[in-house]
C-alpha cells in the first residue's frame, strides 16, 4: 500500500537552513533554459558576451582513440553561466555530502556486518520510539537514513536486496528519509547488482546521490540528486546562494561523453574490472602476510579493504608511529568514527592506485614491522 509523502509534510525533514525566511529562486540571471524559446532576447542577465571569450573550440581524445568535438557553440554555453538545476541535458543537481556535526544533527550508529547496516540492530534503534509518534509536530524521532550501500567507506560493504527491504520497510513504519549516497555503484563486482532504495520507493522518501567520480573522473567534481521535488527545489535554492551552480564547463564535458553510449558502457565496464583485479590482488597480499593477524570480510565492490587488527584495541599509535616510518599509508579506523577519540582497531586500506606489487610490498613491511 502506498503512503504517498504530501509536498506540506516534506518541512518535517527540513533543517534551520532549508526553512530560513525569504528564500526564493533568483530572478533570470543566468542562460534561460533550453527548452525555452530561442528568440528571447536577455537584457536582464549579468553574463559576459560569449564572443569575446578566448577559448574557442575543444577536442578531447578517450582512450579508445573516440574524439569529441565541442564546437564554438558548444564552448559558448560551456562556457557561460548556468541554471541552478545545472546543464539542461544533464538534468541535475550537484551536491557535496558535508559534516553533519556542525550543523547540530544528532547522529546515531547503526551497527553493521559484512552487509551494512543491519536491519534488526536498526529496528531496535528506532523502538524507542513509537511509529504513530513520527505523525507529531516536534518529534524527536530520527529524520534520515545516510547509507552508501555499494561498497561503503570505509568498510567496503554493500547492503544485499534483502536488507534493503526491511530497511526500507523501517523507513515507511517510522516515517525517516533515506538519503542512498551511491559513488560506487559501478565499481559492483558481482554480475548481479541488488535493486536501489530509489527502485523500491512508492513514497517519496528516498534521495539518491550519484556521481562521476568513480568513472569519468574525481576532479570535475560533478554529480546529480534523485529525490522528492520539493526537497530537491530545497537544495537548489540552497546551491543558488551559495555556489550558484556546479562548472558548466564540466558539466558540458561529461555530457558530451555519456551522448557515446557504447564508450559510456565500455568504460564503465572496464573500470570496473580494473577495481575488481585489484581488489583480487589486496586480498592476495592481505592473505599472505596478514593472515592469522588481521580480519577482513571481502568487498563486492567499491575501493576499500576494512581490516581489524587482532590483539590490539586502537590502530592509530601503531599507524602513526610505525607504519607511516615504513611506508605503509593505511588510516586509523577512529579517523571514521563519530567520537574520534574512540579507540578501535580497525583501519582501511585502499586498493585503488597501488600496483600489486605495491600492495604486497607494504602489507609485507607492515606484517614486520608494524603488527
Known sequence: MKHVIQRDAYSLFQNFCAKLPGQTVASTTVAPDSKKKSSVIMISGGMPNPN???????????????????????MKRALQYSTTEGYSPTANCPMKQQQLKPLGCNIIKVPTDKHGIIPKALKEILSRWRPEDAKKLNNNLPKFLYTVPNGSNPSGTSLTADCKKKIYQLARCYDFLII???????LQFEKTKAPTFLSMDVDG??????????IISAGLRLGFLTGPKPLIDRVILHIQSSTMHASTFTQVSA??????????????????????????????AADKWLKGLAEWHVPTAGIFLWIKIK????????????????GVSLIPGQSFSIDSSAPTPYCRASYSFASPDQMDQRLAQGHTGCL
Open 52 to 74: 569575446y571569450f578566448p577559448f574557442k573550440t575543444a577536442s578531447f581524445t578517450i582512450e579508445d582513440g573516440t574524439t569529441i568535438e565541442m564546437g564554438e557553440a558548444v
Open 180 to 186: 542512498e549516497d551511491d559513488p560506487y555503484y559501478f
Open 205 to 214: 522518501r528516498v534521495i539518491r546521490c550519484d556521481t562521476f567520480s568513480k
Open 255 to 284: 555530457i558530451a561523453q555519456l551522448h557515446n553510449y557504447l564508450t559510456g558502457l565500455c568504460l564503465k565496464t572496464k573500470v570496473m574490472e580494473f577495481y575488481r583485479t585489484q581488489r583480487d590482488a589486496m586480498l592476495a
Open 311 to 326: 590483539g590490539i584495541s586502537d590502530t592509530y599509535q601503531m599507524i602513526v608511529e610505525n607504519a607511516l616510518d615504513r
